[in-house]
């Protein structure tokens, strides 16, 4: 029998969980280097990095099937040569789900199978687990009948682990420590003010650091995404933002301006009477719509809706711009 025994269910959020899947996966395509350096530092020592790594994402797509992967759970697939010069598959699973599930180990099994079988090729996977749960460290799948024994280990990762090391992460250089401690505050802090305040100190921590503009921006959407607000808190978190940017003498414009449309503000999109500035301002806000869809796998019409920008004027930019691309 399997000796991977169900684990107490905690209410969750549906909606939490499928937030926070997409924005597990960009910082990992962007981030990877730095998410094995903290996540799993031994597997980071072993991998050769003046060796570019490359991600499997359509091997992965095309053995996992859609339908049968929760939307509670993000995975990446990425190839690696190790200092031995061997070449090495690495399939990164994050549960992302507030409450830990009894089938999991066996998931991990079959996920490593299925890729294994598939592509011939030695897969080495690895666990990332957000629940809330201490007790729930589950790295082992075991099934043992009639005489027949197979068991599979993997190396685990519990995000909890790592509230004790908050003031190390903050001051730490790896980056990948904002992603962290994103997440452990969106899973732990409920009360609406408190997250609030938790994401503007991590923000106040990210401009502190120095960074090149690029990654200041994706980190903040990053975190943005990880620790969602109630919309009557958006404007109140918008302020606070500029604040600490005057405080700072820094200026992240485009991811201000993004921000700001959660303020209602109206500049006459919808009757086609910009001008002048408000020209400028559209411009900004169409392009910074059209990196979120690129960048974080989300759909126009999310973005539309959360930017108030019109779907088809949205749309429309981002068609000139793959042609104008593409010549």
């Known amino acids: 029998m399997k000796t991977a025994s169900p684990q107490p269910k905690s209410p969750s959020s549906k909606a939490e969980t499928q937030v926070h899947d997409t924005p597990w996966k960009n910082a990992l395509d962007r981030y990877f280097k730095e998410s ?44 690696v040569q190790l200092n031995t010069g061997e070449e090495k598959w690495l399939l990164i699973h994050i549960e992302v789900q ?72 903050l001051v730490s250089d790896n980056v990948f420590g904002f992603i962290v401690l994103a997440q452990l505050d969106a899973k732990q802090i409920k009360d609406p003010h408190q997250r609030m305040n938790a994401k503007l100190n991590l923000i106040r921590e990210l401009f502190r650091r120095g960074l090149n503009k690029e990654d200041v921006i994706h980190l903040f959407n990053l975190i943005d995404w990880f620790i969602n607000l109630p919309h009557n808190l958006e404007q109140a978190f ?69 930017l108030s920008l019109p779907l088809n004027q949205l749309r429309d930019y981002i068609n000139q711009h793959s042609v104008q691309t593409k010549s």
């Open 36 to 79: 094995m350096h903290l996540l799993f530092p031994t597997v980071y020592d072993a991998i050769n990095w003046q060796q570019a790594p490359e991600f499997l994402d359509k091997e992965l797509q095309k053995t996992l099937a859609k339908g049968e992967r929760p939307k509670t759970e993000a995975d990446k697939l990425v190839k």
């Open 238 to 306: 918008i302020d606070k933002i500029e604040e600490i940017e005057e405080e700072q003498k820094v200026e992240y414009v485009n991811t201000v301006e993004r921000l700001a449309m959660e303020k209602g503000e109206q500049i006459g999109i919808q009757k086609g009477k910009l001008e002048g500035e408000q020209i400028g301002i559209l411009k900004t806000r169409l392009e910074d719509a059209r990196i979120m869809v690129k960048e974080f796998n989300i759909s126009i019409q999310q973005v539309a809706e959360k």
């Open 98 to 169: 507030g409450s830990p599930q009894k089938d999991f180990a066996e998931r991990m099994f079959r996920y490593n199978s299925r890729i294994r079988d598939r592509y011939k090729k030695d897969v080495i996977s690895l666990a990332v687990l957000s629940d809330t749960n201490k007790r729930f460290r589950q790295d082992t799948y075991r099934y043992n009948e009639l005489g027949f024994k197979m068991t599979m280990h993997f190396p685990i990762c519990k995000l909890l682990d790592f509230i004790r090391r908050r003031e190390e992460l």
